[in-house]
């Protein structure tokens, strides 16, 4: 157990009354709450903080406890919390209860005992024969208690009560109390609990002509609370302060380490809300440097609200005149020193001051603590007296009692919100759950990236960033190597501004939702958000990201290279007049292992055989050459491939060398550098003649700089795509003559090409076209780099209840870019039965992704397969086989990516066949698609070594 666990908690702060109703009775109870655990789990809390269930009369809802060792009766048996506790733990969840060592209820058999004259008991209080004691000390209730003592008729004294009269204050300078609040203590951690809200801290002790708070003695009781926990447990269990003080004050809760572990931020929350209100940062710089340098194993629990109202005793009277005005201008809605309202409400149920909020709440410096419904953004009930209002029951779903009860209406502890927007028709946890886009999936998903997060959010050091824009806070997060940027808009108004990073030249902001790398830094780094935006980056050394974003086919091994023993120029290998033989065989042995590590090659090579060759430049030497491949079992196949001759031994493509020195051979099909310099001899107008063929070539469009390779085989740049045939299996003849007349608008027809003429015959070597303007990617990196970004934004999430959800938006855009292939496919086949005719069978696309490009948002098809009719099954498994291998890809990459992988595929794959249906609109055997898919992936098994081919075909044979 890491002893420090509760700096990267995020707590969830509960009634267990409110929460859920197991037995009917109108109060929620330990077994409702166990039964709901699997939803807290599934939210990405992992501590729970349960507010008072002690024997109590419910005067101040549970805080005036009677007897501290029983569980009050409609909240369930001890029993029945060791059952909740155990399966928390057994979830891995904390659990945290109140610890109320100022007062009790005057229900209290002490309290009863200490009013008879003359008890032993008496001194367990504070009692006094006058009220002029202590004068000064403020009223907290100050709606409610006109003075904080009250007069008892039979003890004939006043006692002393910083809050109720009903709640009077235990006598701390009598050592007996200490020692019996030590034992409760030790009761419930002897139970397993993990820790202890130490409600009303402050006001431990009293002492004439002072504020009778933060007493020096206050704080040593605390000191000596510690170490009676440490003593007894060691190291694990925590003590948490509520101290609602001024920074100064509250500091000294923490001591050397020795007092508290954790408190909560009272003097930043208001600030928050203070600073959204008056759009600039301020006020939270001003309360993250006050409460700044705690011990290093102390930690903030940070909120936004909680069970009580939003307390301004803290702040100046300006401050508070402020906010009451902004926040509260309605009396009904102030209470004591401080507004009574829910989050959602007092953010006038705004979104986005919603998510900044939380942005703030999840990853400065702290603790999270969510107040259990503010998940959904519930609404309060301004109708029921003192804080009530906003601990009304949690609204599960949209049947009677918002599902929190199925006891009568009015047996229910508190009426459910049911007027208004926030009634429980409409905000509730079901609706919520299956809603993508819904508050409680934004705050799940922000739950599962803090996780992966979790140690430079909770223990991280935090460096505010001096932006010139004063509506914007700006913040790094540093833990060890990792690095995080928060930038916060509070401004309702879009913003720009300029970041001073200059100190972390050279790395690239990842955005952490999404993932998407953003420009790297260069030195001041202008950035813009929309009103009250928000956004994390993570900032990544630029060889990690690059290799993130790596196509699989650009993956090569190094490798020690065979050497051929040629005596003569490289001609000796190309031109049979000129042949060396015994070169060539081993020059054709070399090229056969290398291209048996080409993925993208369909068969592996056991043999190859030289079926022409032409060069294509003199110095350094460039072959185009025509082979033909067969396997060990037979099967042949023939390829175009470029091969060049260089002096230098290293760079991609390289598998021979010259024996005894003099230059080295690379296999050009993935060097960017061929398709450039082949485009511009096509664009030259090119003519060459071999000892078997013509050669002629053409292209009449532009011609950049340099092309880039999208996969082997197809290159583009400006304006322009270039397609070589590297296997000749009559594809580029069915593209060149084929896509032209098909009509559709996003197939790109040829205009330029290179072709091979032997009398009658005819072979296409390439083909060349137009390109819209903008930056080209093959489907499948597309595919793939969405596939990446999706699983990231679920790593860490359990693929359980409420899994299409949040598999709906996070891979929207592969979802939108699967249902775009299954329409275009449908339209394919449609117009491609129009161009090849009626027949047995549909005339199929025969390739997969890579026959796409993507541009723009748009996707365009460049290139057909052979000739072949079949069932539409298999082009759909064709594309499918893709999407499904980019998410293993994906999942490759990064850790943690593996258990959505499957659900992911399952999901895209309806979306695929879905849109394909409906646009097809024809009845089709959906039942072979699995059959499709398994034979699809026997075939695809043999390309290469990754496993992710493998596990695409075990995935099949499952299912089949
Ligand atoms: C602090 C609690 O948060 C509040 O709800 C309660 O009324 C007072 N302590 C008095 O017990």
Request: aromatic share 10%; charged share 25%.
């Amino acid at each position: 157990m890491d002893p420090l666990w509760y700096q990267d908690a995020v707590i969830y702060q509960l009634h267990v009354r409110s929460f859920f109703d197991a037995n009917d009775d109108g109060y929620g109870d330990f077994e409702g709450l166990r039964q709901k655990l699997p939803y807290l789990e599934a939210l990405g809390v992992d501590t729970l903080w349960l507010m008072p269930f002690f024997q109590s009369p419910l005067r101040d809802d549970g805080y005036d406890i009677a007897d501290y060792y029983r569980i009050l009766p409609v909240h369930g048996s001890l029993e029945d919390f060791r059952r909740f506790l155990d399966e928390a733990r057994g979830r891995g969840m904390r659990v945290i209860v109140e610890l109320v060592l100022n007062h009790t209820s005057s229900d209290h058999p002490w309290f009863q005992e200490a009013r008879r004259p003359g008890s032993p008991m008496r001194d367990f209080y504070v009692w006094s024969d006058t009220p002029e004691k202590y004068q000064g000390v403020r009223v907290i209730f100050q709606d409610f208690e006109p003075s904080n003592w009250t007069y008892d008729p039979v003890a004939g004294a006043y006692y002393w009560h910083r809050f109720y009269h009903h709640q009077p204050d235990l006598n701390w300078d009598n050592p007996e109390v200490e020692r019996a609040m030590h034992q409760v203590m030790f009761f419930w951690a002897d139970l397993g609990v993990d820790g202890f809200r130490l409600d009303a801290i402050p006001y431990l002790y009293e002492r004439e002509g002072t504020s009778c708070e933060n007493l020096p003695e206050t704080i040593a009781a605390v000191k000596r609370l510690r170490k009676a926990l440490d003593e007894r447990y060691g190291p694990g269990k925590v003590l948490l302060a509520e101290a609602n003080m001024w920074p100064e004050e509250t500091l000294p809760y923490f001591g050397e380490g020795d007092g508290v572990h954790m408190a909560y931020n009272f003097p930043l929350m208001p600030r928050i809300f203070l600073a959204l209100r008056r759009e600039d940062r301020g006020p939270i710089e001003a309360m993250l440097r006050e409460t700044e340098g705690i011990p290093e194993t102390a930690q903030w629990a940070l909120f936004l609200r909680n069970h009580d109202e939003l307390t301004l005793e803290k702040v100046t009277e300006e401050e508070r005149e402020f906010l009451w005005e902004v926040y509260a201008p309605d009396p009904r809605f102030r209470l004591n020193l401080g507004i009574r309202r829910r989050l959602m409400p007092l953010l006038g149920g705004d979104r986005r001051r919603y998510e900044l909020l939380h942005a703030l709440l999840f990853t400065l410096k702290g603790s999270p603590v969510l107040y259990y419904g503010d998940e959904i953004g519930m609404g309060d009930n301004p109708f029921l007296g003192d804080r009530n209002g906003v601990r009304t029951p949690m609204q599960w779903s949209a049947d009677r009692n918002a599902g929190f009860s199925r006891a009568p209406y009015h047996r229910l502890y508190l009426p459910p919100v049911s007027e208004g927007p926030y009634s429980y028709q409409f905000v509730n946890v079901e609706a919520q759950g299956e809603n993508p886009h819904s508050l409680l999936n934004f705050v799940r998903r922000f739950l599962v990236l803090r996780r992966q997060h979790a140690r430079v959010f909770g223990r991280g050091g935090l460096r505010l960033l001096p932006v010139a824009n004063r509506r914007i806070l700006a913040y790094l997060r540093e833990y060890g190597e990792e690095r995080v940027l928060v930038v916060a808009n509070l401004s309702r108004y879009t913003q720009a501004f300029d970041l001073p990073l200059e100190g972390e030249v050279s790395l690239v902001p990842v955005e952490l939702f999404s993932q998407s790398p953003f420009p790297p830094v260069e030195g001041r780094y202008r950035l813009s958000l929309g009103p009250h935006g928000f956004a994390l980056f993570a900032l990544r050394p630029r060889e990690e990201v690059e290799r993130l974003h790596l196509p699989d086919w650009a993956e090569e091994a190094p490798q020690r290279v065979p050497a051929v023993p040629l005596a003569g120029g490289v001609e000796g290998l190309f031109i049979d007049t000129l042949a060396e033989e015994g070169a060539r065989a081993a020059f054709l042995q070399a090229l056969a292992g290398a291209l048996r590590e080409r993925s993208w090659l369909a068969l592996k090579p056991k043999e190859v055989e030289l079926l022409d060759a032409l060069r294509l430049q003199k110095d350094p030497p460039l072959y185009l050459t025509l082979l033909r491949l067969e396997d060990a079992q037979g099967e042949a196949q023939e390829v175009f491939l470029p091969i060049a001759f260089r002096p230098e031994g290293e760079g991609p493509g390289l598998f021979a060398g010259v024996r005894g020195g003099g230059g080295h051979f690379f296999e050009l099909s993935q060097d960017p550098g061929f398709y450039s310099l082949l485009l511009r001899r096509l664009a030259q107008g090119f003519e060459g003649r071999s000892l078997r063929a013509h050669y002629r070539g053409r292209h009449r469009g532009p011609v950049p700089e340099g092309l880039e390779l999208l996969h082997p085989g197809l290159a583009a740049g400006e304006g322009v795509w270039l397609q070589v045939g590297l296997v000749q299996d009559g594809g580029l003849e069915r593209t060149e003559s084929l896509l032209p007349r098909l009509g559709l608008p996003w197939a790109l027809g040829a205009q330029g090409g290179l072709y091979w003429e032997r009398g009658e015959r005819r072979r296409v070597l390439a083909l060349s076209g137009a390109l819209p303007p903008g930056r080209p990617q093959e489907a499948f990196a597309l595919a793939e780099g969405l596939a990446l970004e999706g699983l990231l934004r679920l790593r860490g999430h359990a693929p359980d209840g409420g899994a299409r959800g949040l598999l709906a938006e996070a891979l929207r855009e592969l979802e939108a870019l699967a249902r775009l292939l299954g329409v275009r496919l449908a339209l394919l086949h449609r117009a491609l039965r129009e161009a090849e005719g009626e027949g047995v069978g549909v005339p199929l696309l025969n390739r997969g992704l890579g026959a796409f490009l993507a541009l723009e948002g748009e996707v365009y098809l460049l290139a057909l397969g052979r000739g072949e009719r079949g069932s539409p099954l298999k082009d759909l498994a064709r594309l499918a086989y893709d999407l499904e291998r980019a998410l293993y890809l994906a999942a490759e990459r990064e850790e943690g990516l593996e258990a959505w992988v499957d659900p992911a595929a399952d999901f895209l794959e309806e979306a695929l066949l879905q849109a394909y249906r409906e646009t097809s609109q024809e009845g089709w055997p959906e039942e072979g698609f699995p059959e499709a898919m398994r034979l699809l992936a026997e075939r695809q098994r043999w390309r290469e070594e990754r496993p992710s081919r493998l596990r695409v075909l075990e995935r099949w044979q499952a299912r089949t």
